[in-house]
């Protein structure tokens, strides 16, 4: 928005006249007057129509201020106050805006301001482009080069207390929205000489100071350097502190301003430890050292310096000791050594520093460039600063003067060509130009080449030049005139004659360093050192002389004259006041002679005898078509007759401008002044107009969309209200008619139910009265039944009574026997189909049976019992196999024979009698028995067999088959005795729990002659139930089965009584036998 404000001018307020166009009456003096009267107003900025005057006020003005900055940002060129700031921001919004590129030219000569100039500038167009943390980054590393260039570049001057020693051209691009997008630097030829020798009263490069000043002590002992300037040779002494100026605080902005622009540590510090070898490299001396060959030869008097400079720079020694002592020739494959003399070796270790430091500089500079380039490859609009060194006259002008008022002549050169020239003569000054070519031409000529030879040639070539001077010269003008030595020639330049001395220049422009000495650096372990010498390399060997000092530069400028001639120039002319470098001071004198070189006052008088302004019609017709309606919007024709309708219509009175070839011219300044205010104020009626235009488009589109919208809207709306009230009349009407037809229905059904009601009563009624007539019928037949029946019972009675009468006598005699038997009868039916429910199960051994409902069918309850028993029992009989039926006679037999004789009988029981415990025929062991008997085996099994003497006991093998009892050693199975069935007599045992048992023999049968045996056995049961049962069905005869407990046996000759004794427990559960007499054998039973 365009602020509301008072407008200002150029004309308010002012002191003096503001823009020398308009100073009245137009001389020498009124200018200076005018200048003076500002300056001491503090006004140091003057116009002369756009080109910028600053007088260097020596002290720091206030009007630099962010407020300053925004004063004069987005405002016209002569709006208010000259100022620097006005014409950067002429030049960037003429960037922006207008896609022109821009180059502001700072002129003056040394200490006038430009470099003070050049950095408002670019803080100006810093602080008002765009704003963002990326571009901001970039601004700042913009801004931030300058103090690292200027301590490296620039140096105490007679003249300049921070004198730039180098030309800087810097190249601002920005974006199409005019944000900056990154820089380029561009360097012309450092005044390197400097660093090996300052004049009288001047300082080397300002960052010597500010090292030894602001490092600490252990960056100090880094480099190996010392605080005191005065341990070095190249720092001269008498200026080395500079009033106002702090090293040290500006030693640590330099580093600051380093990292800002991306130097890393490590770079930084390569860039140090050069500087310090530069320092180191000029306490190196040498003395003379004749040799036997009469040659002259120069040794290093002290080594130390020289150990720490090839610490440092990490160089072998001996490398640069002996590059300092010979020099190397290489010619057509020759190579040829020649030692140095004192003064060489002294040259060789100048020209070394010299080198190194300038090379530092430029690789500066390109470091710089590489961190501030712009990242993007998008199309860059560009303005270019530049600040070039002054130009300068000293006691002693030497080549370096020479190649900067060179440069100063070709700025001048094409300041004049650019803004004087098409009402000026040509001014032409090509004879620095001239001198330079002949120089080169001097150096490369084959032979002896001396200063001296170069002065004599220009005094032939130049001798008849107007603008040259000297003795020698063939012109007799300078004959005699003895301010002008014969070593020297004066030029005259633009801006003043300047002597300059021929000595140096050849060895200068040749700029020569011996081969041996870059070969060293290059050997150097330091990078960077390595990277500023590529020619030392071997490999690369080039025989070629490259390019002269002299011609390098003059390309350079070359290149710059014509990249600043594609640019829209913007002029910043610097003058000095005084040369005391001191505040209010107006040194009249010194202002006239800058005045007049610099040619203000013509420009003043081009600019008011000729127009101020001129644009080509056709962009003067785009920027003003509005002002005039029939310019406006469009004018169908020729630009010309579009811009001369315009102009005619603005009433502008006629002298101030006139209609050239292809372009306007306006002579006035005020008039363009008053154009561009007119464009500004019809843009903001333009702007009101579209606005209104566009708010009424807005607002109808707006208003039209709404209707349209409401119309749809209420047609949604009406439906559904309606829907909404046909909805309530729907079901209002539902309602009603339920309401009737319930009425309805409910009449309906009362009417039903009336009729219903009748019909029932009738039907009541009707009932009653049947009912009535029926009971009334009923009691008729009844009392008729009554009647009937009365008489058919008496008649009964009178009937049985006749029968009993008649059957008293049968009656008595049977009926009662026949009820009795009946009943019983039933009663006994009763019992069994009762009975036959309550049935127990069918195993033998459950005990269970039912009750016995009637005491006299006792006997019939019990036999019932017994006879289910047995049915059950032969039920579980019948399922036997053979086998089992053989294991349950056996076992039923043993229990006649010693159930309730035999106390061991009843453990017998749950024992199944397995026979054949010992299983003969598979242990081979008894092959031999086996084999011996053929006939099938009933027992098998070892008992104990007691000794007939002693009543122990013996282990045998008691074996019962069909026929036979045998008895064998249980160890070998060898038969000891066999008793035929036969002769087995009788069985005897206790009827203890006892295993004893004796067999009888037949007497004077074969086997008795020792006696009758007697055992022991853990199966005595099964064994006497098997010996009973193999005997009867083998003898027919049963065997007798003794049950005593005592009883007698048969020993040999002797009838020996076993007798049985209870309860004796000597030996715990065992029976023990013993045979007390030849008549008792005592067995103790448990
Ligand atoms: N606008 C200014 N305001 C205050 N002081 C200024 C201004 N311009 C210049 N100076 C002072 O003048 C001194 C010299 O200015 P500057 O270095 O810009 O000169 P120069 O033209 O670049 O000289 P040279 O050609 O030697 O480099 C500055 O160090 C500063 O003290
Ligand atoms: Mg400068």
Redesign the pocket.
């Known amino acids: 928005m365009a602020k509301m404000e008072v407008k200002t001018s150029l004309l308010d307020n002012m002191i003096g006249v503001g823009d020398m166009v308009l100073l009245e009456p137009l001389n020498e003096e009124s200018f200076i007057d005018n200048l003076k009267k500002r300056f001491d107003h503090s006004e ?1 900025y003057t116009y002369i129509g756009s080109v910028v005057i ?1 007088v ?6 206030p009007i ?1 201020s962010p407020e300053k900055v925004e004063d004069y940002r987005n405002r016209n060129f002569y709006e208010l106050s000259p100022h ?1 700031f006005a014409l950067s921001d002429e030049a960037y919004r003429s960037l922006r805006d207008q896609d022109k590129d821009q180059c502001i030219l ?1 002129t ?13 500038v670019m803080s100006y167009v810093a602080a008002v482009c765009g704003k963002g943390a990326e571009v901001n980054q970039v601004k700042e590393q913009l801004l931030q080069s300058n103090p690292v260039l200027e301590a490296f570049g ?1 140096a105490k ?1 007679v ?7 180098f030309g800087k051209y810097m190249d601002i691009e920005f974006d199409f929205k005019g944000d900056p997008l990154g820089g380029v630097i561009s360097n012309y030829l450092l005044e390197k000489s400097r660093v090996v020798k300052q004049p009288r009263g001047e300082r080397n490069f300002h960052i010597f100071y500010q090292l030894l000043s602001g490092a600490s002590e252990d960056l100090l002992n880094k480099l190996k350097l010392e605080r005191d300037f005065s341990r070095y040779n190249y720092l001269s002494l008498d200026s080395a502190k500079v009033n ?1 100026v702090d090293d040290a605080a500006n030693f640590r902005t330099v580093r600051n301003a380093m990292q800002i622009v991306g130097f890393m540590d490590h770079e930084a510090q390569s860039v140090l430890e050069v500087i310090a070898a530069v320092l180191k490299l000029g306490n190196i001396e040498f003395k003379p050292e004749s040799r036997v060959n009469g040659l002259d030869e120069s040794k290093i008097k002290d080594k130390n310096e020289l150990k720490e400079i090839c610490e440092l720079t990490g160089i072998d020694q001996s490398v640069l000791e002996r590059a300092f002592s010979f020099r190397t020739v290489e010619a057509k494959q020759e190579k040829v050594s020649t030692t140095l003399n004192v003064a060489q070796a002294y040259y060789a270790r100048d020209a070394l520093a010299k080198n190194l430091y300038s090379r530092l500089f430029s690789w500066l500079v390109n470091r710089i460039n590489e961190s501030i380039k712009a990242q993007t490859k998008v199309r860059k609009k560009v303005m270019g600063v530049l ?6 006259i000293f006691e002693d002008n030497s080549f370096e003067q020479f190649i ?1 008022n060179y440069c100063n002549e070709k700025l001048q050169q094409i300041f004049i060509e650019l803004t004087l020239k098409e009402e000026q003569e040509e001014y032409i000054r090509e004879n620095t130009n001239g001198i330079l070519a002949m120089l080169d031409e001097e150096c490369l000529r084959p032979g002896t080449v001396t200063d001296d030879t170069f002065l004599e040639k220009l005094n032939q070539v130049c001798a008849t030049h107007q603008h040259f001077e000297s003795r020698m010269s063939k012109c007799s003008r300078f004959l005699n005139d003895t301010s002008l030595p014969h070593s020297c020639f004066r030029i005259q330049h633009y801006a003043g004659k300047v002597m300059y001395q021929v000595e140096g220049f050849v060895d200068k422009n040749n700029d020569l360093l011996y081969r041996d000495l870059s070969q060293a650096m290059w050997k150097a372990s330091h990078s960077l050192i390595k990277a500023l010498f590529p020619e030392g390399n071997p490999a690369k060997i080039n025989l070629k002389r490259p390019p002269t000092a002299g011609s390098q530069f003059k390309a350079s400028v070359a290149t710059l004259m014509k990249n600043l001639q594609t640019k829209n120039p913007n002029y910043i002319r ?1 003058i ?1 006041p005084n040369d005391k ?1 001191a505040a209010h001071i107006f040194n009249d004198a010194l202002v006239c002679h800058q005045i007049r070189y610099l040619g203000l006052l013509e420009n003043v008088r081009v600019r008011r005898a000729g127009y101020a302004f001129r644009q080509a019609y056709e962009p003067c017709l785009e920027r003003y078509k509005m002002l005039c309606k029939q310019t406006w919007p469009h004018w169908k024709g020729p630009a010309r007759a579009g811009v001369e309708v315009l102009f005619n219509e603005l009433e502008f009175p006629v002298e101030e401008y006139s209609f050239g070839r292809s372009k306007i011219f306006i002579r006035n300044p005020r008039t363009l002044f008053k154009l561009e205010d007119l464009r500004k104020r019809r843009l903001e009626d333009l702007a009101t107009l579209i606005q209104k235009i566009f708010r009424g488009w807005k607002c109808r589109t707006h208003f039209l969309l709404m209707k349209k919208s409401q119309i749809v809207i209420a047609a949604w709306y009406r439906r559904y209200s309606q829907q909404k009230k046909y909805q309530q009349i729907k079901s209002s009407a539902i309602v009603i008619q339920s309401f009737i037809r319930g009425w309805k229905a409910r009449k309906i059904l009362r009417e039903l139910k009336h009729k219903k009601r009748c019909q029932e009563a009738v039907t009541t009624i009707a009932a009653f009265w049947h009912g009535t007539q029926a009971r009334r019928e009923l009691r008729r037949l009844k009392e008729e039944a009554r009647n009937k029946h009365a008489i058919a019972v008496i008649w009964a009675y009178w009937l049985g009574l006749k029968v009993r009468r008649e059957y008293r006598k049968f009656f008595r005699a049977n009926a009662g026997k026949k009820i009795y038997e009946f009943t019983l009868q039933r009663i006994v039916q009763k019992y069994f189909l009762e009975m036959k429910n309550k049935m127990p199960s069918l195993s033998p051994i459950d005990k269970n049976w039912p009750a016995r409902p009637y005491l006299f069918l006792d006997s019939t309850h019990k036999e019932l019992k017994r006879i289910f028993h047995l049915w059950r029992c032969k039920k579980y009989r019948d399922q036997f196999t053979d086998q089992q039926k053989l294991i349950y006679e056996e076992k039923l037999e043993a229990s006649e024979l010693f159930k309730d004789k035999k106390a061991l009988y009843p453990s017998s029981v749950g024992q199944p009698f397995q026979g054949a415990y010992l299983e003969i025929s598979k242990d081979p062991k008894y092959k031999k028995l086996k084999d011996a008997i053929e006939e099938k085996i009933i027992i098998a099994e070892v008992v104990n067999k007691v000794n007939r003497a002693n009543g122990k006991c013996a282990s045998r093998i008691f074996l019962l088959t069909n026929n036979n009892l045998l008895l064998a050693d249980q160890k070998s199975g060898h038969i000891k005795s066999e008793v035929p069935l036969g002769d087995v007599t009788k069985v005897s045992m206790s009827s203890q729990n006892d295993g004893f048992f004796a067999v009888h023999l037949k007497e004077g049968s074969g086997a008795a002659s020792k006696g009758d045996f007697l055992f022991s056995s853990d199966h005595l049961i099964e064994m006497a139930t098997k010996l009973y049962r193999t005997t009867l069905s083998q003898t027919k005869q049963k065997l007798n089965i003794e049950i005593s407990d005592e009883f007698l046996v048969q020993f040999r000759q002797d009838k020996v009584c076993v007798k049985f004794i209870q309860g004796n427990q000597k030996n715990g559960s065992v029976p023990t036998c013993k045979r007390k007499n030849n008549r008792l054998l005592e067995v103790a039973v448990p």
């Open positions: 140091i600053s260097n006020p020596y002290r720091s003005l630099y620097i700072i003056g000569e040394s200490g006038a301001g430009k470099t003070e100039a050049s950095k408002l620039n001057t003249r300049n207390d921070n004198s730039s020693r106002g600040d070039i060194y002054g130009f300068e900067i610097c000095k470098k």
